[in-house]
């Protein structure tokens, strides 16, 4: 069974930082493609950050030079590096990865989200 499990997420002041991270655990072979997302109260979840097998990264333009997404593959983890945070970054963040089990099975998984928020 694979899971996604994110950590990192607080309450921080506007201008502060956050790294987040989500790790893989269980049956798990290889993460592909893989991203964060996050979700306000009351709006759509939206991609915040993307990256792929090969390490190209993709940002919404709300994150662009303040968010970087980043992989360890060999621990089977994402990251998500928030520096200059703002009071509209207050979202749960979620891990979004295509995972590759050990029985040769690819398929999305989410984690469950993590708090973060931002004071003004």
């Known amino acids: 069974q694979v899971q996604l499990v994110e950590s990192g997420g607080d309450l921080v002041q506007a201008g502060g930082s956050l790294r987040l991270s989500c790790a893989a655990s269980?049956?798990?072979?290889?993460?592909?493609?893989a991203g964060w997302y996050r979700q306000a109260p009351g709006k759509q979840r939206e991609l915040v950050a993307a990256i792929t097998t090969g390490g190209t990264t993709n940002y919404v333009d709300s994150v662009k030079g303040r968010f970087t997404i980043s992989r360890d593959n060999a621990r089977y983890s994402l990251y998500l590096q928030m520096n200059s945070l703002k009071p509209e970054d207050t979202a749960v963040y979620y891990c979004?990865?295509?995972?590759?089990?050990?029985?040769?099975?690819?398929?999305?998984?989410w984690g469950h989200g993590t708090q973060v928020t931002v004071s003004s």
């Open positions: 979004h990865a295509d995972i590759t089990d050990t029985w040769g099975v690819s398929r999305g998984y």
């Open positions: 269980g049956n798990t072979f290889s993460i592909n493609n």
